[in-house]
C-alpha cells in the first residue's frame, strides 16, 4: 500500500527554520505534482505550495520568500525548507501527492 510519511515537525522560536520531509512509501510507478498544506487549529486546509513534475513551483502568498519546495524522484521524496518562521505559521503540514491519501501531517509550532 502506497503511504505519505511526513517529519521534521517540531517547535522553533519565531525566525527559526525547520526542514520537512515527505517520503511515497511503497511501489508507484509514477508521482505528478507534489505539495504541502497545512491545518491550523479552527481552520481549513490550505495550500502552502506545490511544485510539478519539472520543478516549477507555486507558493501560497503568505509563505512567499520564505519557504522553498524541493523534490527528489530519485527518493520519492518532497521536502519543504521553511525561514523566517512565524507564529502564524503554525499548523500540521500535510503532503499532498494525487492519488495517494493524504498521511497523519507533522505538527509545526511556532512560539517563543
Known amino acids: 500500500q502506497v503511504q505519505l510519511v511526513e517529519s521534521g515537525g517540531g517547535l522553533v522560536q519565531p525566525g527559526g527554520s525547520l526542514r520537512l520531509s515527505c517520503v511515497v512509501s511503497?511501489?508507484?510507478?509514477?508521482?505528478?505534482?507534489m505539495g504541502w498544506y497545512r491545518q491550523a487549529p479552527g481552520k481549513q486546509r490550505e495550500l502552502v505550495a506545490r511544485?510539478?513534475?519539472?520543478?516549477?513551483?507555486y507558493y501560497a502568498d503568505a509563505v512567499k520568500g520564505r519557504f522553498t519546495i524541493s523534490r527528489d524522484d530519485a527518493k520519492n521524496t518532497v521536502y519543504l525548507q521553511m525561514n523566517s518562521l512565524k507564529p502564524e505559521d503554525t499548523a500540521v503540514y500535510y503532503c499532498?501527492?494525487?492519488?495517494?491519501?493524504w498521511g497523519q501531517g507533522t505538527q509545526v509550532t511556532v512560539s517563543s
Open positions: 499532498n501527492v494525487p492519488f495517494i491519501p
Open positions: 511503497g511501489s508507484i510507478s509514477r508521482i505528478y505534482a
Open positions: 511544485i510539478t513534475t519539472t520543478g516549477a513551483a
